[in-house]
């Protein structure tokens, strides 16, 4: 067996621990699945009519929850590859002729796949709020293709946050930011209606042009090149800032 059928052998032996782990604890999911929805029901049934966005407001709003519900499953990613740092999981691998950056790539897979789901149940339940998309077969491949970049851009810059935390409690209050930015981005209200200084902070901040361009291909309006060349940048930027970070604070701690 050669080092990278090896690597991916160790790889597909640790995302198997870590989806047991999820089977244990089925509230990492419950937890990234409830929150957007009850997030989507109070801006569709509560908030929405006091916006106006040009189309209904459940199409508006369902890409940005989209966009949202990463955010909110990325807290069991943190805290649990802390914990194979700080529990000493790591430091017994090194007796075993195991790949220890096998883990990190372990738990990015487990990541993708678990929102993912979380992601599907989201979109059935906009479905049964009245979500209508518009878009073609080639556009919802658009759509997928920027959920999975986002999905893995956040995954990765999650592993380094958690791996650089000194406990499990505190890699987990580090995904914080990224739960509550989408509320500063175009998720719900176009950013030119916002205020000055946080309209700025939003156009320029790395979610707007993330849920444009997935609103856009679900609408089936296409997104402009430009926002779409912009989000995938941002995406491909935080995935090598989050790689570098991550690698760079297992090989020290590991």
Same mark, same amino acid.
């Given at each position: 067996?050669?080092?990278?059928?090896?690597?991916?052998?160790? /790889?597909?032996?640790?995302?198997? =621990?870590?989806?047991?782990?999820?089977?244990?604890?089925?509230?990492?999911?419950?937890?990234?699945?409830?929150?957007?929805?009850?997030?989507?029901?109070?801006?569709?049934?509560?908030?929405?009519?006091?916006?106006?966005?040009?189309?209904?407001?459940?199409?508006?709003?369902?890409?940005?929850?989209?966009?949202?519900?990463?955010?909110?499953?990325?807290?069991?990613?943190?805290?649990?590859?802390?914990?194979?740092?700080?529990?000493?999981?790591?430091?017994?691998?090194?007796?075993?002729?195991?790949? =220890?950056?096998?883990?990190?790539?372990?738990?990015?897979?487990?990541?993708?796949? =678990?929102?993912?789901?979380?992601?599907?149940?989201?979109?059935?339940?906009?479905?049964?709020?009245?979500?209508?998309?518009? &878009?073609? *077969?080639?556009?919802?491949?658009?759509?997928?293709?920027?959920?999975?970049?986002?999905?893995?851009?956040?995954?990765?810059?999650?592993?380094?946050?958690?791996?650089?935390?000194?406990?499990?409690? /505190?890699?987990?209050?580090?995904?914080?930011?990224?739960?509550?930015?989408?509320?500063?981005?175009? &998720?719900?209200?176009?950013?030119?209606?916002?205020?000055?200084?946080? =309209?700025? *902070?939003?156009?320029?901040?790395?979610?707007?042009?993330?849920?444009?361009?997935?609103?856009?291909?679900?609408?089936?309006?296409?997104?402009?090149?430009?926002?779409?060349?912009?989000?995938?940048?941002?995406?491909?930027?935080?995935?090598?800032?989050?790689?570098?970070?991550? +690698?760079?604070?297992?090989?020290? +701690?590991?």
């Amino acid at each position: 067996m050669n080092a990278i059928s090896a690597s991916l052998a160790d /790889s597909a032996t640790m995302m198997r =621990r870590n989806f047991r782990h999820t089977m244990r604890n089925p509230l990492t999911l419950l937890n990234a699945i409830i929150m957007p929805i009850f997030v989507l029901f109070l801006m569709v049934y509560v908030l929405g009519g006091g916006f106006s966005v040009g189309t209904d407001y459940v199409d508006y709003a369902t890409p940005g929850l989209i966009i949202m519900t990463i955010g909110y499953g990325i807290g069991p990613t943190a805290t649990g590859v802390n914990s194979d740092m700080t529990t000493g999981f790591i430091n017994r691998l090194r007796v075993m002729d195991v790949s =220890r950056g096998a883990v990190l790539n372990a738990h990015v897979i487990a990541t993708l796949l =678990r929102t993912l789901v979380a992601i599907a149940l989201v979109i059935a339940v906009s479905f049964l709020m009245g979500f209508s998309p518009s &878009a073609s *077969f080639p556009e919802w491949l658009g759509a997928i293709g920027i959920i999975v970049l986002a999905v893995l851009a956040i995954s990765w810059l999650t592993i380094g946050a958690g791996l650089a935390a000194k406990t499990p409690e /505190s890699a987990g209050i580090l995904g914080v930011p990224l739960m509550l930015l989408p509320f500063l981005s175009s &998720a719900f209200v176009p950013a030119d209606k916002m205020g000055a200084g946080v =309209r700025q *902070f939003a156009e320029y901040q790395p979610f707007t042009p993330i849920i444009e361009t997935l609103r856009g291909f679900l609408t089936g309006s296409a997104p402009s090149a430009g926002t779409a060349i912009t989000a995938v940048a941002w995406c491909v930027g935080l995935m090598l800032i989050g790689y570098v970070w991550a +690698r760079k604070s297992f090989t020290k +701690r590991a």
